[in-house]
């Protein structure tokens, strides 16, 4: 386990506050780690000394546009409360992993996650229109622009996305909606080889194009470790295999054959 120690932890409750503290930190040239919902595995929120800056505080979902397909936030937000507030208006916020009931999305943001429907929708920094982000001493940079067809100038939010807070701290963003799934399916398979994981990778992906939202690829270890150690969780399969693939089509077509298309890439 790895220990963090500080000076002090701060909780500024909004971008104003939270630029003033970074200034008089920089000014000092006191070290600043950015912490959001703590749930990385790597120790990038591990502070050595210095001042822990919290977005716990930072937590409102500032507007939901379902017309415009878009969602403004703070950076401390929960991720399942994103999702949650896009499905009340009958949009999908299309970010999923295994943190999402305690992780916030500035830490998703600054560490470019991403989950489980890559394949789909593409990494964070391609489920964002705009960024607020405080720099590192103290100046407010933003860019909170809501239009999808923008092509002028620099795009300089991606510079903050997946930079893990060494270039600034995420306030705000502008995120990207998406329609509801009304029709979904999900497939376990079990495998003999990564060759045949690649073979029916290839062959549901021709048969059902966009469909295909996501796609992971399992070692036998995973689901034994499942199975030993998560209560009422049963192997679906009568022998182990060596690689298994769990597997999700989704469409905004309550009618669509989803069973038809995976059973014929399968």
Not at 34 to 55: F, P, Q
Not at 110 to 122: D, H
Not at 206 to 227: P, S
Request: aromatic residues 4%; glycine residues 12%.
């Amino acid at each position: 386990m790895l220990e963090s120690t500080c000076d002090a932890v701060v909780h500024p409750a909004d971008t104003e506050t939270l630029a003033e503290v970074v200034k008089l930190c920089a000014a000092a040239k006191v070290p600043m780690v950015a912490m959001g919902g703590n749930t990385g595995l790597v120790g990038g929120s591990v502070a050595d000394g210095g001042v822990i800056i919290s977005t716990e505080r930072l937590n409102t979902i500032i507007e939901v546009d379902a017309l415009n397909h878009t969602m403004t936030v703070e950076a401390g937000c929960i991720l399942a409360d994103i999702q949650n507030a896009a499905e009340a208006e009958d949009c999908l916020f299309p970010l999923s992993l295994g943190a999402e009931g305690s992780c916030r999305i500035g830490g998703n943001l600054s560490t470019n996650a991403g989950g489980i429907g890559v394949l789909r929708y593409g990494n964070t920094r391609d489920l964002v229109l705009g960024l607020e982000v405080v720099l590192a001493d103290g100046r407010v940079w933003s860019a909170m622009g809501a239009l999808r067809k923008d092509n002028t100038g620099y795009d300089l939010k991606h510079l903050f996305i997946g930079a893990e807070g060494t270039l600034g701290i995420i306030t705000k963003a502008v995120l990207k909606l998406y329609p509801l799934p009304r029709a979904k399916v999900t497939v376990m398979a079990a495998l003999a080889g990564l060759d045949n994981i690649l073979a029916l990778f290839d062959r549901v992906r021709a048969a059902c194009g966009d469909r295909l939202t996501a796609f992971e690829m399992i070692a036998e270890i995973g689901l034994e470790l499942v199975v030993r150690h998560i209560p009422d969780c049963n192997d679906p399969f009568a022998m182990r295999h060596p690689w298994y693939v769990l597997l999700e089509l989704t469409s905004p077509r309550a009618g669509d054959n989803l069973r038809g298309n995976i059973e014929a890439g399968g």
